[in-house]
């Protein structure tokens, strides 16, 4: 069992480009949350997905930032366009039915923008 | 304050003594649970307490729950360099979709 695997573990793009962070969920999970968090701050919740579903979206910015979760292969989370504000940690957590058996998070991608 | 606001933000104690952190929250929770992450690194899932517990323990941590108050503590017992780290608490809010809210955190050093 290996765990939430997120990767890549360190990306660095310039401004303007584009941003894929993947998350495969644990054996068995099918529930993927997305959080980031900037430096010294704690975890903000950006999007919830099932298979194939947006769950809760309520965390996401309103622009350039877009999730998915497909039938098969991992959850991606889409950063277009980035900018220096973009630059955090951004964690992937599974869980196997919503939160009641707990969650488990990935170690993370840290996103540098330059 | 905010949703799971731990106090203190910091706290550096001595090899062998116990910590405690605290946790309040401000609206009704189906379950607390605490992280912790070592610098640059991921979380860690410590311990999740329901909100029908009062106390819950796991090996030296014991987190208590006081949903009146709307608090819970963590405390570590017999502190070892290796708990040097950032605890958060976090909460799954009742109606909230089953994400968690975050606390921002308390940075425990634990000194030799």
């Known amino acids: 069992n290996a765990g939430v695997m997120q990767n890549p573990r360190h990306l660095v793009r310039r401004r303007g480009q584009e941003a894929r962070l993947r998350c495969s969920p644990m054996?068995?999970?099918?529930?993927v949350y997305w959080y980031r968090q900037l430096p010294e701050e704690g975890l903000k919740f950006m999007v919830y997905?099932?298979?194939?579903?947006?769950?809760?979206e309520s965390g996401m910015p309103k622009e350039r930032f877009s999730a998915e979760f497909p039938k098969e292969g991992p959850s991606i989370l889409r950063i277009q366009q980035v900018v220096r504000g973009d630059s955090a940690a951004y964690f992937c957590a599974s869980s196997p039915r919503g939160g009641e058996g707990g969650y488990t998070f990935g170690s993370g991608t840290r996103l540098t923008v330059v | 304050s905010q949703q799971g606001e731990e106090d203190p933000q910091a706290l550096s104690i001595q090899e062998g003594e116990n910590a405690t952190m605290n946790c309040s929250y401000k609206?009704?929770?189906?379950?607390l649970q605490w992280y912790r992450q070592n610098s640059g690194r991921g979380l860690v899932h410590l311990i999740l307490i329901r909100s029908n517990e009062r106390e819950k323990h796991s090996g030296r941590l014991r987190v208590t729950l006081d949903t009146s108050k709307k608090s819970s503590s963590l405390l570590i017992t017999a502190s070892r360099a290796a708990d040097t780290a950032s605890y958060f608490c976090?909460?799954?809010?009742?109606?909230?979709?089953?994400?968690?809210?975050f606390g921002t955190g308390t940075q425990l050093k634990v000194e030799l």
């Open positions: 609206t009704s929770i189906n379950n």
């Open positions: 997905l099932q298979k194939e579903n947006i769950i809760d």
């Open positions: 054996k068995g999970h099918s529930h």
């Open positions: 976090a909460t799954d809010v009742t109606g909230g979709g089953n994400k968690l809210t």
